[in-house]
């Protein structure tokens, strides 16, 4: 009996390590899980904001600190920086997410080019874009 008693014990053990392993397993998957939306979530946002940033300054025709006056930032005559806090809005205060907006050379006449960039406090890019607007004859 004792000897029957010590083997059901010793399976019992078998079964809750199993399980222990099993719960890990799971919560580790849950742990990415989460991470990896929230990644993507960023990343869905960062476009969303570059898209917008993109439309303006096309709306504008190129001029860089009338649209960082209709969208927020700083153009300081070569990059337009915008800084955004946890929640996508524009802060002057300390940046988790940077859009940041360079004019580039265009080899066309009347044809404007920048790039965009969103980048996240690691300084990994979540979006990029580039945009062309077409320019006023002078």
Known sequence: MKRNASLILVELLIM?????LAAALCLRVFVWSDNHSKQSAAEDLALLQTQNAAETLKHYR????????????RWDGESWDIA???NWNVTAG?????LQV?????????????RLTVVDQAG???AELSVCWQEVEP
């Open 124 to 126: 990994s890019v979540l």
């Open 84 to 86: 955004y806090d946890d």
């Open 16 to 20: 809750l390590t199993v399980f222990a």
């Open 62 to 73: 190129g001029d860089f600190s009338q649209a960082a006056r209709e969208c927020g930032g």
């Open 94 to 98: 300390k940046a988790v997410y940077l």
């Open 102 to 114: 360079i004019p580039v050379s265009c080899e066309t006449d009347y044809l404007g080019q920048a």
